[in-house]
Structures are given as structure tokens and as C-alpha cells.
């Protein structure tokens, strides 16, 4: 191959890039002294996450798989896939901003052909030509997003597949737990049945906790289907179920609301999910004392708090509460800090909005939950 035919192939291949399509032929050609030709054989590691990155990278030909590690246990981190890139694909675009740090590592898959791009001399051509560091500045926005939702995706199945394969284990463990407890294989004593009982509240907590993280790695609740629904019947119902809960430690669960509530649109399960988290949590720090639960109509919206007389929450940690994974100081009680997290996720979804005060203004004690919905607007007009 004579020069010339080799700098109008390099020149096709960086026309077909995604950051620099649509690039006059002038502007390419200023490209073109920048340029270096590397190959690669498969197998190989092109570039490892959180080493310096010199060098803007253009896919010639070939496939690359873009890796980051995932520090799964105290032992290591392990290397997930989370796209596989080919011909015209670009990458390492750390070289043109600082810190100039790689943010995955790439794999080659096969035979590899790259252009690389002295990062250093692309940044002050590009400051040099304002129009064309517009077009490329243009195209990259459009590449980092589509990137990182891909990205996104790609966590969330394997978060999915993690947690199903966890989950399934898990479950059969606890009905065999059942089993022992009914006297499937003979009577327990009392030791043998405690500590079964607790081995099945264990398992019971993380089958709970996998649920949650599940329901945390979905990014948009507001996806989930709709319908209309009523609130009252959402809120009696799940006092119903966590009154057992309630009169075990000794508390009133009370409920002050009216005959009737406007119907809103929303996921009646998932807003089910919201109360029994809010009225599970007032139950879990409230040593004695009443919870109530009151509903309101306010104009265009219903209104709901869930009070309780517990520990409260001190004034540094209430704007973290609904930060995923948040915990506070009683590290044990408050398990995984996902509960408050995923309701906000939930009420966000139906348009509405939930927040905490400590102390209750009211009371001057314990905490005070509240959301708010918007009702359905057929009713409002």
C-alpha cells in the first residue's frame, strides 16, 4: 500500500468515527499528522482502567471489549464487560480533559486495528478551530450518553442475574427451615427450634434485602403500569398487616383519616411497598407509644404522614435519609438503608413528593413521614 492510498484509508476510517463524522475534508486532513496506526493481536489489553490516558482512540477494524472492575468481595474485584465495541467506535476520550485518568480497560476480541490520536495535540487543534472542536465536542456528548445508558443497562441485567441466582438458594434453604419448624422430620426441642428460628429470620432478612436491591438497581420507577386506585383502601390494608407487628411490641397503630379519599392514578403494589417501608420503620424504632396514620384531600393533591413517638433522627443525618443505602448510627437495626431510598424512587415516579421532619412539629417527638400524590385528574375537573 503506497502512502497515499494509506492516508485515504485513514482518512475514510476517521470519517466513519463517531467523533469525527461530519468533518469537512479540510478539517479531517488536520487530523491526519496526529495519527498513529497500532495493532493488535486477540487477546490482548489495549489500556487499563485508572492508568494515564495519552491517546484518543478510533476502532479501525476489529472488536474491543470495554471491562471495569467490580470489587465484589474483601478478596479482590473481578472484571465485568460492559459494551463490545467495533469498526468506527471511539474511546478514550479522558485524553482530552483532565485528569486524563482511564475510566475502563479495553480487551481486544480479535485481530485489532486502531487510530491513535496524540490527545495533547487533538485538544489544541480543536482549541485552534473553534467550528470543528464544536462538531467533535458535539459528537462526543452524544457518544458519552449513549455509553453510559448502555452501561446502565448492561449493570442492571447483571445485578438481575446476581440476585436471582441468589435469591433461588436462599429460598429453598428457608422452606427446609419451615419444614423443621412444622415437624416434618420429627419434633425440635426448644434450643433446636430457637435456633432454627433464627437461622430463618436470617434468611428471611436477606431475601428481603435482595428484593430491595433489586428494586434499587431499576433506574425508572415512573415505568411501572398505572391505574387508578384507591389510597385508603392501600393504607388499611397494609395497617391491617403491620398491626400484628405493632401490638407485638406493645404499640398503638392508629389511623385518623376520612370516609372517603380521591382516587389517584399509580401502582397500587408499589405504593403498598411506600406504606409498609414508612409504617415498618415507625414500628422498628418506636419503643412504646402510639404510630398514627393520617390522609388528607389538599386541593390538588392527597396528603399522607405516618407519625410515630420513636428515636427520631438527628438534624444532621435528615437529608440523607432517603440516599441510597444510607444507615445513620444504629448500623445493625437499620439493615441495608434501602427501604426510604426506593420509596422515594416510587413516590418520584407517580409525580408526587416525600420528606421527613424530626421531631414531629405536632408532637415535638419521634419523626413525622409524609408524601404527597396528585389525585386523579379526571376528579379535578
Same mark, same amino acid.
Given at each position: ?29 488536520? *487530523?491526519?499528522? *496526529? &495519527? ?11 489500556? &487499563? ?42 474511546? &478514550? ?54 455509553? *453510559? ?121 408499589? *405504593? ?110
Amino acid at each position: 500500500m503506497n502512502a497515499t492510498t494509506e492516508l485515504n484509508s485513514i482518512k475514510e476510517a476517521l470519517k466513519s468515527s463517531e467523533i469525527f463524522q461530519g468533518l469537512t475534508d479540510e478539517e479531517l486532513d488536520k *487530523l491526519l499528522p *496526529l &495519527c498513529q496506526e497500532q495493532f493488535y493481536e486477540a487477546g490482548a489489553v489495549m489500556f &487499563c482502567e485508572g492508568a494515564q490516558c495519552n491517546y484518543v482512540q478510533t476502532l479501525k477494524s476489529g472488536k474491543v471489549a470495554l471491562e471495569t472492575e467490580l470489587a465484589i468481595s474483601r478478596s479482590g474485584a473481578e472484571r465485568a464487560t460492559i459494551d463490545v465495541l467495533s469498526g468506527g467506535s471511539s474511546f &478514550c476520550w479522558s485524553a482530552l480533559m483532565e485528569p486524563h485518568i482511564l475510566t475502563s480497560s479495553g480487551r481486544c476480541l480479535e485481530k485489532t486495528e486502531i487510530l491513535a490520536l496524540d490527545g495533547e495535540k487533538l485538544k489544541a487543534l480543536l482549541d485552534d478551530n473553534p467550528q470543528m472542536g464544536y462538531k467533535v465536542a458535539n459528537n462526543l456528548v452524544k457518544v458519552v450518553a449513549s455509553r *453510559l445508558q448502555h452501561t446502565k443497562h448492561t449493570m442492571e441485567h447483571i445485578l438481575s442475574v446476581i440476585f436471582h441466582d441468589l435469591k433461588a438458594p436462599l429460598a429453598a434453604a428457608e422452606s427446609y427451615n419451615r419444614l423443621l419448624l412444622d415437624g416434618f422430620v420429627g419434633e425440635l426441642s426448644e434450643e433446636q427450634k430457637n435456633i432454627v428460628q433464627r437461622s430463618s429470620k436470617r434468611l428471611s432478612d436477606l431475601l428481603n434485602l435482595i428484593s430491595n436491591m433489586i428494586d434499587f438497581s431499576r433506574v425508572d420507577f415512573a415505568e411501572f403500569r398505572k391505574e387508578e386506585v384507591s389510597l385508603m383502601k392501600v393504607i388499611e390494608d397494609c395497617a391491617e398487616t403491620m398491626r400484628p407487628l405493632a401490638v407485638e411490641k406493645g404499640l398503638e397503630l392508629t389511623l385518623k383519616t376520612p370516609r372517603e379519599l380521591p382516587a389517584i392514578m399509580g401502582n397500587a403494589g408499589r *405504593l403498598k411497598q411506600v406504606m409498609t417501608n414508612l409504617l415498618s420503620n415507625a414500628i422498628k424504632f418506636t419503643p412504646s407509644g402510639e404510630i398514627t396514620v393520617r390522609a388528607k384531600d389538599e386541593k390538588d393533591h392527597v396528603r399522607v404522614d405516618v407519625i410515630d413517638a420513636g428515636i427520631g433522627i438527628p438534624n444532621e443525618d435528615l437529608p440523607k435519609v432517603f440516599d441510597g443505602f444510607y444507615k445513620g448510627l444504629d448500623m445493625e437495626k437499620r439493615g441495608a438503608g434501602l427501604g426510604l431510598s426506593i420509596s422515594k424512587k416510587i413516590i418520584d415516579g407517580h409525580g408526587g413528593k416525600i420528606w421527613a421532619a424530626s421531631p414531629c412539629p405536632e408532637t415535638g417527638k419521634g419523626t413525622r413521614f409524609t408524601f404527597i400524590l396528585p389525585k386523579n385528574p379526571k376528579q379535578v375537573e
